[in-house]
């Protein structure tokens, strides 16, 4: 029988929400069922009926509001207030990173920069989509989710490599099941010293638990993930040489700097090791070539397919062609130097042409081209904002510039006027709006890069079409971040979360596994691992000391599970849709990434009993 705590008397704490646990006739179970019915309502929307995110987040947001005010008995003015916090937060700073940094992209796409980078990754890696999967969708996807975090990955590198011939549903998934294990050191190890924020315990001890467990994960994730896209043996006997490789060079160092330095830094520094550690490789191996995976720089297939692109694309110098839809007609681009893929010569020539050519060439050309050598002003431009943004994130965090300016915001009718019952404390609702945070540098970083951008001939009007774009692309995605963000900070202010939290860790031993779980279900929620931590860091450390568990590891699994969810957040699906032309496919997306999801958590859970009963001794004292 589980040990439900009671609040202290609403008398002695007057104008105060004093959160209840078993609302619902006194059962713990059946408050947790009843809880876990917004949460239900909003995956069955997104997997089951396919409605678009924006949509379902809203519909679970309205179940939650009802059921908080109705069933928890929270004040409708602190419920309210609750979803207010919540949707601020979404804005600033989480969708302020977004925007900048899609803004930054799309300056890449319309100013012709973005054709330098795909003639670079075409050029000086084999033209084969196994190989741009593990480059693109792991290593520079960790390098971003090690700097910016907050979904942009999944928005940016799925729409390169949608841009180089992949499948847009195929682009984004990969894209999400990459976005793991690199998402507990995200954003410069924010989620880690929140964590120990939160739970007191030392952050370098929960950097090292967790470099104990997620660079396992790291180093078989390439392998799994061209299993399941090229199959046994065209993804796994034919490609394991370079996914070792790539996944080896970045397990080894996101171990080696997370025991040994902290959070800061494993995922830039191990994402920056696997990418050239990858880039090097295929420079002297290439898997057997399959036509079936050869790239090809194919415009009908990028991000300019969305409607809002036409406009934009019309102003361009160099006008994209567009393939007429028959198989048989080939792409006829000749778009001139200035802006930007004046380098790619594509020749006309039939379907057949094309099939005998590539038999002929076991290294597999790029079909009906030819890629000639970027120059060295083009292979910097290329590269340019990404390593901008590396550079300008990691001066900017360091040098704290984020603490200029810091407001503290505590928020009216919330802060300090909730109680916690569970924790016996009252609740902070404290905003900190910060001028200058991640979001601001990635839009600093920018600044250099405008003036490459006019170097190299494009006209100022660049600018306005790409921020045009960026609003188009993003404003549901934002919506759908508001949504998601206002029903995570309800669940937590009315009490629902943590009595759904208390649910799962009265189950004694077994509770390890559970463990990761909890840390799936609030990242699910809220798509960020930092939030997670907040919401449940504190309360697996209660439950391990209650248990007789190690508080390290049940912390450090907490966050370790929370990452597995980031692939199925709405926030995460919807922000990734936005660029390739799949807005309102979220659950399409869902559908493809959920089995990956559970398999994942359920494995975290694994090791950490593993760990907490056979091999103690990996835990930190």
């Known amino acids: 029988m589980v040990n439900v705590p009671l609040g202290p008397p609403q008398e002695t704490l007057p ?3 004093i959160q209840q646990l078993a609302p619902i006739r006194g059962s713990l179970v059946g408050s947790f069922f009843v809880g876990l019915l917004p949460l239900l309502l909003v995956l069955v929307l997104l997997g089951v009926f396919k409605v678009p995110a924006h949509y379902a987040s809203f519909s679970g947001l309205i179940v939650c509001i009802f ?8 004040p409708a003015q602190q419920a309210f207030e609750s979803v207010g916090n919540g949707i601020v937060f979404a804005n600033w700073p989480i969708m302020w990173i977004v925007v900048n940094a899609m803004f930054i992209y799309n300056t890449t796409v319309i100013s012709g920069i973005f054709d330098y980078f795909r003639t670079w990754m075409l050029y000086y890696t084999p033209p084969d989509k196994r190989i741009i999967l593990l480059i693109i969708g792991y290593s520079f996807g960790a390098l971003l989710e090690g700097v910016a975090g907050f979904g942009t990955p999944g928005a940016i590198c799925s729409s390169l490599m949608v841009s180089l011939g992949f499948d847009p549903i195929d682009a984004l998934t990969y894209t999400l099941i990459f976005d793991t294990t690199p998402v507990a050191f995200g954003a410069l190890g924010i989620p880690v010293t929140t964590l120990a924020s939160i739970t007191g315990l030392p952050a370098m001890k929960l950097s090292a638990m967790m470099g104990r467990q997620l660079p396992l994960l790291s180093l078989f994730l390439p392998t799994y993930a061209l299993i399941f896209y090229a199959g046994f043996r065209k993804g796994f006997l034919e490609c394991w040489p370079v996914a070792l490789i790539s996944g080896a060079s970045f397990a080894i160092i996101q171990a080696i700097f997370a025991n040994l330095v902290g959070p800061e830094l494993p995922d830039l520094i191990a ?4 990418l050239f550690a990858t880039v090097i490789f295929v420079q002297f191996w290439k898997p057997k070539y399959r036509p079936e995976f050869a790239a090809s720089i194919d415009q009908s297939n990028t991000s300019a397919k969305d409607e809002e692109n036409e406009e934009t694309s019309s102003t361009n110098a160099s006008k994209n062609g567009e393939v007429a839809g028959s198989s048989e007609k080939v792409l006829d ?3 001139n130097s200035q802006h930007g893929s004046g380098e ?6 039939n379907t057949e042409e094309v099939t005998q050519e590539n038999n002929n060439n076991e290294d597999g050309p790029v079909i009906g081209m030819e890629v000639v050598k970027p120059t060295l002003k083009q292979s910097i431009l290329a590269w340019s904002p990404w390593l901008l943004i590396v550079v300008v994130v990691i001066i900017w965090s360091f040098v704290k510039v984020p603490a200029y300016g810091r407001q503290l915001v505590h928020w009216p009718n919330l802060h300090q006027r909730v109680y916690i019952t569970l924790y016996q404390k009252k609740y902070d609702a404290i905003w900190t709006f910060e001028p200058l945070a991640t979001g601001t540098a990635i839009l600093i970083s920018g600044i250099p890069f405008a003036g490459l951008v006019l170097w190299n001939g494009a006209p100022p009007s660049v600018f306005w079409l790409s921020l045009k774009k960026t609003v188009n692309q993003l404003y549901l995605p934002i919506l759908t971040v508001s949504f998601i963000m206002a029903f995570s900070y309800l669940y937590n202010y009315s009490g629902i979360a943590y009595t759904i939290g208390l649910t799962l860790s009265s189950v ?4 390890p596994f559970l463990s990761a779980w909890l840390g ?3 990242c699910f929620l809220s798509g960020s691992d930092t939030s997670a931590n907040s919401l449940f860091g504190n309360l697996q450390v209660v439950a391990a ?3 007789g568990l190690s508080a390290i590891l049940m912390a450090s699994t907490n966050s370790s599970g929370a990452v597995t969810s980031k692939m199925i957040s709405p926030q995460n699906l919807t922000t990734g849709v936005s660029t390739i032309g799949l807005r309102g496919k979220e659950g399409v997306v869902l559908r493809r990434t959920i089995l990956h999801s559970i398999f994942m958590v359920c494995f975290i859970g694994a090791l950490a009993c593993f760990e907490q009963y056979v091999i103690p001794g990996i835990i930190p004292p």
């Open 15 to 17: 104008g105060i929400f």
């Open 67 to 74: 059921i908080a005010i109705f069933a928890w008995h929270m």
């Open 271 to 274: 994402g920056l090791a696997s």
């Open 333 to 335: 681009e000749t778009n």
């Open 344 to 349: 790619i010569k594509q020749e006309i020539s």
């Open 508 to 511: 004694g031993r077994a509770f």
């Open 520 to 522: 799936w279900f609030a």
């Open 545 to 547: 000391n209650q248990i």
